[in-house]
Protein backbone atom coordinates (compact mmCIF):
# COMPACT_ATOMS: atom_id res chain seq x y z
CA UNK A 1 0.00 0.00 0.00
CA UNK A 2 1.66 3.31 -0.56
CA UNK A 3 0.69 6.07 1.54
CA UNK A 4 -0.96 9.00 -0.28
CA UNK A 5 -3.50 11.82 0.25
CA UNK A 6 -6.32 9.39 -0.51
CA UNK A 7 -5.35 6.93 1.84
CA UNK A 8 -4.33 9.68 4.54
CA UNK A 9 -8.11 10.65 4.37
CA UNK A 10 -9.29 7.22 4.76
CA UNK A 11 -7.16 6.54 7.65
CA UNK A 12 -8.38 10.37 9.32
CA UNK A 13 -12.00 9.45 8.45
CA UNK A 14 -11.66 5.94 10.53
CA UNK A 15 -9.82 7.27 13.37
CA UNK A 16 -12.72 9.63 14.30
CA UNK A 17 -15.15 6.90 14.38
CA UNK A 18 -12.79 4.24 16.18
CA UNK A 19 -10.61 5.66 18.72
CA UNK A 20 -7.15 5.51 18.96
CA UNK A 21 -3.88 6.72 20.86
CA UNK A 22 -0.22 6.23 20.21
CA UNK A 23 2.09 6.63 22.76
CA UNK A 24 5.99 7.61 22.47
CA UNK A 25 8.11 6.28 25.75
CA UNK A 26 11.18 8.14 25.18
CA UNK A 27 13.16 5.83 27.38
CA UNK A 28 12.68 3.34 24.27
CA UNK A 29 11.86 4.45 21.05
CA UNK A 30 11.62 8.48 21.63
CA UNK A 31 15.69 8.87 22.03
CA UNK A 32 16.20 7.55 18.49
CA UNK A 33 13.57 10.40 17.19
CA UNK A 34 15.66 13.43 15.79
CA UNK A 35 13.14 15.40 13.71
CA UNK A 36 9.67 15.84 12.28
CA UNK A 37 9.82 12.87 9.55
CA UNK A 38 11.19 10.38 12.10
CA UNK A 39 7.73 11.12 14.56
CA UNK A 40 5.60 11.62 11.23
CA UNK A 41 6.99 8.48 10.13
CA UNK A 42 6.05 6.48 13.17
CA UNK A 43 2.93 7.77 13.27
CA UNK A 44 2.26 6.11 9.68
CA UNK A 45 3.60 2.74 11.06
CA UNK A 46 1.26 3.01 13.77
CA UNK A 47 -1.78 4.40 12.29
CA UNK A 48 -1.95 3.95 9.04
CA UNK A 49 -0.25 0.55 9.53
CA UNK A 50 -1.18 -1.32 12.61
CA UNK A 51 -4.73 0.60 13.32
CA UNK A 52 -5.92 0.73 9.66
CA UNK A 53 -4.81 -3.06 9.85
CA UNK A 54 -6.74 -4.37 12.84
CA UNK A 55 -9.82 -2.05 11.87
CA UNK A 56 -10.07 -3.85 8.73
CA UNK A 57 -8.94 -7.32 9.81
CA UNK A 58 -9.18 -8.03 13.69
CA UNK A 59 -7.92 -11.64 13.67
CA UNK A 60 -4.64 -10.67 12.17
CA UNK A 61 -3.41 -8.31 15.90
CA UNK A 62 -2.52 -12.39 16.65
CA UNK A 63 -0.49 -12.61 13.34
CA UNK A 64 2.60 -10.62 14.40
CA UNK A 65 5.13 -11.00 11.33
CA UNK A 66 2.27 -10.07 9.09
CA UNK A 67 1.26 -7.11 10.99
CA UNK A 68 4.55 -6.04 11.79
CA UNK A 69 5.29 -6.42 8.36
CA UNK A 70 2.28 -4.67 6.56
CA UNK A 71 3.26 -1.51 9.05
CA UNK A 72 6.54 -1.62 8.21
CA UNK A 73 6.51 -1.42 4.64
CA UNK A 74 3.58 1.01 5.08
CA UNK A 75 5.86 3.04 6.62
CA UNK A 76 8.94 2.40 4.81
CA UNK A 77 6.64 3.59 1.57
CA UNK A 78 5.60 6.40 2.87
CA UNK A 79 6.61 9.77 1.12
CA UNK A 80 8.30 10.81 5.12
CA UNK A 81 10.61 7.70 4.05
CA UNK A 82 13.10 10.02 1.84
CA UNK A 83 13.21 12.43 5.23
CA UNK A 84 14.12 9.89 7.83
CA UNK A 85 17.28 10.30 9.88
CA UNK A 86 20.15 7.62 9.75
CA UNK A 87 19.40 7.04 13.49
CA UNK A 88 15.78 6.18 13.22
CA UNK A 89 15.97 4.41 10.34
CA UNK A 90 18.87 1.95 11.52
CA UNK A 91 16.43 1.88 14.75
CA UNK A 92 13.41 0.24 12.02
CA UNK A 93 16.13 -1.72 10.46
CA UNK A 94 17.05 -3.35 13.82
CA UNK A 95 13.96 -3.83 15.73
CA UNK A 96 11.98 -4.03 12.46
CA UNK A 97 14.17 -5.95 9.77
CA UNK A 98 13.19 -9.44 10.84
CA UNK A 99 9.98 -9.02 9.17
CA UNK A 100 10.83 -7.74 6.08
CA UNK A 101 12.52 -10.08 3.04
CA UNK A 102 15.81 -10.00 1.86
CA UNK A 103 14.63 -7.96 -1.40
CA UNK A 104 12.76 -5.53 1.14
CA UNK A 105 16.10 -4.79 2.91
CA UNK A 106 18.34 -3.99 0.20
CA UNK A 107 15.73 -1.71 -1.34
CA UNK A 108 15.21 -0.05 1.86
CA UNK A 109 18.45 -0.59 3.93
CA UNK A 110 21.27 -0.77 0.78
CA UNK A 111 22.54 -4.11 2.88
Not at 59 to 85: D, H, P, Q, V
Amino acid sequence: MVYNKYSKARHVRALLFYRAAVEVNYGSIGSTLRNAADIKNLFVHEYGGHITDMMSNPSISGRKYELEGSATLLSNESFKWRNISPEFKQHIRTYQGKYLKDDQLNKYFKR
